[in-house]
Nanobody, 129 residues
């Protein structure tokens, strides 16, 4: 059974940090990209970061560059999203997702790609001002 389980969300003050985890099981970790998406209230879901074993550098959207860092522990089949300097506009449900085709297309196409193979259930991040 394929599972992606997010954890680490919570309430934090603006300027603070959180680290999200995405534990993957049931599929070949190295053959998939793992990406983080978020959906804020009343807004569309957006892909914010992506990591691939086929690419040297992870992908970030502009609004999180320099503040967020994605990393993978292949031994644990876990991807992390370290979020620093959090802002109230970062408040959202954060989801991790995996896909086997996007690994050949490239993480930079994350927000043009609409068919991720697997999704987690999400974890809520709330940033207070």
């Amino acid at each position: 059974e394929v599972q992606l389980v997010e954890s680490g969300g919570g309430l934090v003050q603006a300027g603070g940090s959180l680290r999200l985890s995405c534990a993957a099981s049931g599929f070949t970790f190295d053959d998939h990209v793992i990406a983080w998406f978020r959906q804020a209230p009343g807004k569309e879901r957006e892909g914010i970061s992506c990591i691939s074993s086929w690419e040297g550098n992870p992908y970030y959207i502009d609004s999180v560059k320099g503040r967020y860092n994605i990393s993978a522990d292949n031994a644990k089949n876990t991807v992390y999203l370290q979020m620093n300097s959090l802002k109230p506009e970062d408040t959202a449900v954060y989801y991790c997702a995996a896909d086997h085709l996007l690994i050949g297309i490239g993480c930079s196409w994350l927000n043009q790609y609409s068919d991720m193979d697997y999704w987690g259930k999400g974890t809520l991040v709330t940033v207070s001002s």
